[in-house]
C-alpha cells in the first residue's frame, strides 16, 4: 500500500523516505517542494492551502496508479493550513533500482499532483495583497 497523505502538520521527511526504501533499490529520490519568499516579482510572505474533502482520496488514486504503471514504490505528503517560507508544502518520494526510473517516477507523480488533487493556494504578498492559485 502507498503513504499517501494530506495534512496540517509539518511533514515527516524521514517517513516519506522510509516509506519507498527496500534492499532492492539502489536509487531514492527525494522531492521537497519548499515555500519561497516570492512569485510573479511579488515578494511572499506566507501560503494558505486548502483542500477537498477528498484530496486524501485523489491523492492515494494517483499513487496506486503511478505504482502500478511504474512497478516503483512512490509516497507522497502534502500539508495544508498556514505555511510560511522554509516550510514543506509536498514531499515526495520513489525508489527503484536505477536512478534514472526514479527521477522519471518522481516527475511524473509531481506533476500529477499538482494537476489533478484539488488543492489550492493563497499567496500572502508583502504589499499586503493576497492570490489564490490553483482555483
Not at 501560503?47 to 494517483?62: C, M, V, W
Given at each position: 500500500?502507498?503513504?499517501?497523505?494530506i495534512?496540517d502538520?509539518?511533514?515527516?521527511?524521514?517517513a516519506?523516505?522510509a516509506a519507498?526504501?527496500?534492499?532492492?533499490?539502489?536509487?531514492?529520490?527525494?522531492?521537497h517542494?519548499i515555500?519561497?519568499?516570492?512569485?510573479?516579482?511579488?515578494?511572499?510572505?506566507?501560503?494558505d492551502?486548502?483542500?477537498?474533502?477528498?484530496?486524501?482520496?485523489?491523492?492515494?488514486?494517483?499513487l496506486?496508479?503511478?505504482?502500478?504503471?511504474t512497478?516503483?514504490?512512490?509516497?507522497?505528503?502534502?500539508?495544508?493550513?498556514?505555511?510560511s517560507?522554509?516550510?514543506?508544502a509536498?514531499?515526495?518520494?520513489?525508489a527503484?533500482?536505477?536512478?534514472?526510473?526514479?527521477?522519471?517516477?518522481?516527475?511524473?507523480?509531481?506533476?500529477?499532483?499538482k494537476?489533478?488533487?484539488?488543492?489550492?493556494k493563497r499567496?500572502?504578498f508583502?504589499?499586503?495583497?493576497?492570490?489564490?492559485?490553483g482555483?
Amino acid at each position: 500500500m502507498s503513504y499517501a497523505l494530506i495534512t496540517d502538520l509539518p511533514i515527516d521527511e524521514d517517513a516519506v523516505k522510509a516509506a519507498v526504501q527496500s534492499q532492492t533499490a539502489g536509487a531514492v529520490v527525494l522531492f521537497h517542494g519548499i515555500i519561497r519568499n516570492h512569485d510573479g516579482g511579488q515578494a511572499v510572505n506566507s501560503l494558505d492551502y486548502s483542500h477537498h474533502p477528498e484530496a486524501q482520496g485523489f491523492l492515494e488514486k494517483i499513487l496506486a496508479e503511478e505504482e502500478a504503471r511504474t512497478g516503483l514504490k512512490l509516497a507522497a505528503v502534502h500539508r495544508v493550513g498556514a505555511l510560511s517560507v522554509g516550510d514543506a508544502a509536498l514531499v515526495a518520494a520513489s525508489a527503484a533500482a536505477h536512478r534514472r526510473e526514479a527521477f522519471e517516477a518522481i516527475e511524473n507523480l509531481v506533476e500529477r499532483i499538482k494537476a489533478e488533487v484539488p488543492i489550492w493556494k493563497r499567496q500572502h504578498f508583502s504589499s499586503g495583497s493576497s492570490e489564490w492559485v490553483g482555483l
